[in-house]
C-alpha cells in the first residue's frame, strides 16, 4: 500500500481538492500504474457539478509506466508504457458477445475499491482516477503502447485524440472524399478533424468562436473555417456544397443549438454524430417529419467507438510515422499541486482545458 497526493472530489458542488490517499496493490487481472501525465478533459470539469457518486479520484485520461501486476498478470508487463483504457468491456454482455464491445453494458473497473482515505474507499472516476500518481486497473485498463511515445502525448491519446479521430473514422465511417464539419474544436474537435483527414475526406470544415482554435484546425486539415459570431454556419455550409449540405457533421460542443444546426447542415442520408457532452437536463427539440423526409442519422458517440487494444497503439503509431500532428494540442502544463485551481462549484467551470488540452504532470515520475 503506498501514500500519495490526489485530486479528490467529495461531494457534487464542493470544489475538488489534492488530498492524501491510500492506494492498494492490485489484485487478480489488474496493474498498478505511475501515472506520468494526465490530460484535463472537460468531463472531468464538468464531475464538479454531476458526477453520479462521490467521493471520488478525478482524471481519466492518462498514462504511465506499470510498476506492479497482480495474480494472473505475468510480470513481463512490468516497464511497459501503459496508456489508460477507461473504458474495460466486459466481454460477456448482449452486445460483446456479438461483438459490439464498443456498446458495452458493463464496463469493469477493479474487483473492489482500490483507493481510500484514513475511513472510507475512494471511487476512481470513470474506473480510472488518473489525477493521482498511481493507479490500479483491470489489466486490459492498461493498453502497451510504443516507448518512443511521449507520455504526456500518450495521455491525450487516452481520450480526446481517440474519441476525436475515433468519432469520425469508427463512429461516422467517413469515406474517400466525404464532405465534413465539426462543430467546436477543442481537443476533441480537432482530433476529428485530423481523422477526418485521415480517412480522406475532401471538404472538412470547422467552425468555433475562438481564433486559435479555428488556426490550429487549419494547420491539422481543415480546408475551410467559421467564425459563429460573424457567419451563419448553416448559411456558409450551404454556400460551399452548393446548398446540398455535408455527409458527415461532428459535433462537439454539447450545445443543443448547435446540435440543431449540425441537423440543418447535413445531407440527405448524411449523420450528425454528437461527441460533446451536453448537461445532463438539456433537451434536444427538432422537426421529427422533416428528419425523417430527409433520411438522416444521428447518433452518439462514447470514446470513439474504439477498440481500445487496437487502435490506441496505432494512434500512436500514427503519430510516431508523422501522420498526426498531435503536438499542436498540448498548450499548458500544471502540477498536480495547481490542478484545483481549474475547478469551480457547481456551475460550469471555465478551466482552461476546453481551449487545448492541459496537462498535469507527476513530479519525480
Known sequence: MSVVPALVLRTVGDAPRVESVRVDRPGRDEVLVAISAAGVCQTDLDAVRD?????????????????????????????????????????????????????CEDVRATSTPRIHDEKHDLGAFLNAGTFCPLVVVPARGAIRIDPAMPLDLAAMVGCAVATGIGAAIRSADVGMGQTVVVTGTGAVGLSAVMGARLAGAGLIVAADLADERRQLARE????????????????????????????????????????????????????????????????????????????L?????????????????????????????????????????????LFGPASRPAGDAGLIRTIVTMEGR
Open 51 to 103: 458526477a453520479r457518486s462521490w467521493p471520488i479520484v478525478l482524471g481519466h485520461e492518462g498514462a504511465g509506466t506499470v510498476v506492479g501486476v497482480g495474480e494472473g498478470v505475468h510480470a513481463s508487463r512490468i516497464g511497459e508504457h501503459v496508456i489508460v483504457n477507461w473504458r474495460v468491456a466486459c466481454g460477456e454482455c448482449v452486445n460483446c458477445n456479438s461483438g459490439r464491445h464498443a456498446f
Open 297 to 341: 442519422r444521428l447518433t452518439g458517440c462514447i470514446y470513439g467507438e474504439i477498440a481500445p487494444a487496437r487502435d490506441l497503439p496505432t494512434i500512436v503509431d500514427w503519430y510516431l510515422q508523422g501522420r498526426l500532428p498531435l503536438d499542436s494540442l498540448r498548450r499548458s502544463y500544471r502540477s498536480l499541486e495547481e490542478l484545483p485551481g
Open 220 to 295: 491539422v486539415g481543415a480546408t475551410h473555417v467559421i467564425d459563429p459570431t460573424v457567419d451563419n454556419p448553416v448559411e456558409i455550409v450551404a454556400q460551399l456544397t452548393n446548398g446540398r449540405g455535408v455527409d458527415h457533421v461532428i459535433e462537439a460542443t454539447g450545445t443543443p443549438s448547435v446540435m440543431a444546426d449540425a441537423l440543418m447542415m447535413t445531407a440527405r442520408g448524411g449523420t450528425v454524430t454528437l461527441v460533446g457532452a451536453a448537461p445532463r437536463q438539456e433537451v434536444l427539440a427538432f422537426r421529427p417529419r422533416e428528419f425523417m423526409s430527409r433520411q
